[in-house]
């Protein structure tokens, strides 16, 4: 089944950090350029950073720039999102999913910024 699983979510302080992960079953992420997209309640969904395939070359929403870190393990077929200094607008469900052909959002995980 070919499908995405987020997961590393949870609550953190003002300053924090936090390490989110993206394992892809029936495909290989090393092959397609992979995104980190968030929903903040009442937003819509935005872009926050995304790898490519080769040479793995990253781009970020300014929001983030700096602070976030997206990188990849083909050997864990994974896609992780490092998260440091957070803020309280990094508020948000997260998700991951290919830029080309995505598939069917899944679940998300939920981050949650507050002292």
């Known amino acids: 089944q070919v499908q995405l699983v987020e997961s590393g979510g949870g609550l953190a302080q003002p300053g924090g950090s936090l390490r989110l992960s993206c394992a892809a079953s029936?495909?290989?992420?090393?092959?397609?350029?992979m995104n980190w997209y968030r929903q903040a309640p009442g937003k819509e969904r935005e872009l926050v950073a995304s790898?490519?395939?080769?040479?793995?070359?990253?781009t970020y929403t300014d929001s983030v720039k700096g602070r976030f870190t997206i990188s990849r393990d083909n050997a864990k077929n994974t896609v992780y999102l490092q998260m440091n200094s957070l803020k309280p607008e990094d508020t948000a469900v997260y998700y991951c999913?290919?830029?080309?052909?995505?598939?069917?959002w899944g679940q998300g995980t939920q981050v949650t910024v507050s002292s």
């Open positions: 999913n290919r830029q080309y052909r995505p598939l069917s």
């Open positions: 029936g495909f290989s992420v090393s092959t397609y350029a």
């Open positions: 790898i490519i395939v080769s040479g793995g070359s990253t």
